[in-house]
């Protein structure tokens, strides 16, 4: 028996070895050259992941209580969190998903909500979003930093009333699990976070949107039986420089035995602002064209690239991009018929068909099926709206000290990507729970129209 799993494992080896082999040649390096994939933890991850537990009471910023944790845990909520309101894609998708049966957990959807027991804490880090523009500006230390916040935060009790109050509340509940819906988090962060569970040693899981992403691909090539052909992944710049998305599909991909396609990537720098209504980026141009430029560049790129194999499947590797998932395809069907002196230049590069995987709708599948894996699933019955989500967002705090904000109240440009790493005791940020006041008209008007099971919590 030993000896057969060790022929297994030479086996897998083997097979792990080919894939990586073969992988490196059908995903043209020089694309991916200078990915910025995260090393192990580095000395202000190791830090933060110190100090969050250097205070047993989780009072001091950046730390926990961790006593929750030593009781059963499967009561408590889940954590979701993204750098802003565009992970509330994520949340509607996991407040949508019937893709189960609640009672078998069969995969099969049975009319009752997959999550309708379970209740939510949503956080968004406004405040200090985009993360995707952190890495090339050289300040991916702070990023990571920033990500394990954001889940020091979820586990422990601690936020603000808002961004003036005197002293911390404590009453928030932990959660039992952390779903980062946000791409370029799981980028850079789903590792550290995983090594700060260890380190803790609390009972907790993690899933993020990028492996469930590319997970994804496997469910299409089985629906379409097709071989896959060209997958672009549209994101944000710091995700397409963690290479993030072409190692998760190489590896799903090659272990499940299938082939290893052409992964291109485009990192879109301004759309997620406009499609929050970001006035200073919609001056600059429309969420239309912004999508025109961008995916023109992507498969002008893949053109020039000289492979030739049509691009037959969508990742939407950013929070934002499911609310423009039409006008991403009406894009690049309009440039299959498009003629350039007479000729139609892009038809062959761009499949008839074009499959769209939305890793927010995966990640959702995956933490069910952790969730009942890991016996986590709460016991109570289907929980009212009013009590299933608690919304929080980070918001400047006007009495940190040098703190720099614009007129908008917003942190300043330099001060904001300036920041050194391990200022723990430097809470220029709070937690507070979101209301509808402090989101723009054009975030409100795109949570009432998008996002429905989202809106009928929050507008409660
Ligand atoms: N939530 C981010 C993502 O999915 C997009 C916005 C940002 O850059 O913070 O990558």
Redesign the pocket.
Known sequence: MKQMRNRGMGLQKLLLIAVFFFADISISENRFAGAQEPDGPTASVLATIRNAVSDSSGSKPFTFHKAPFTQNTRDLPIGVF???I??LTVMEAILGLDSHNNKTFQPKPDGVPDFESEQFIYLGDQAN?????YASVGKLDFLRELILRDAIFLLGKRYWKDSSAQQPSLDKPPVKAIAIG???ATAYGLEDIKTAIKHWNVPVFVVGVVDAGARGLLELSAESSKPQATIAVL??VG?CNSGAYPRAIRSTLGLAGRQIPTVVQKGFVEL?AAIEGDTQVLSKGSVREFIERDVLDLVEEHRKSGDLRPISTVILG???FPLVESQIIAVFKSLREKEVDGQLVYSKLIAEKIEVVNPAQLAAKELFRTLASSNLRRTHDAVQHSKKVQFFISVPNPSSPNIQLTADGSLEHDYKYGRATQQFDVEDTRFVPMKQEMLPVSSLNMLKTSLPNVWRIFSN
């Open positions: 993204d750098s802003g565009g992970g979003m985009p993360y995707g523009n946000c791409n370029t994101a944000t995700t997620a950013c929070t934002h």
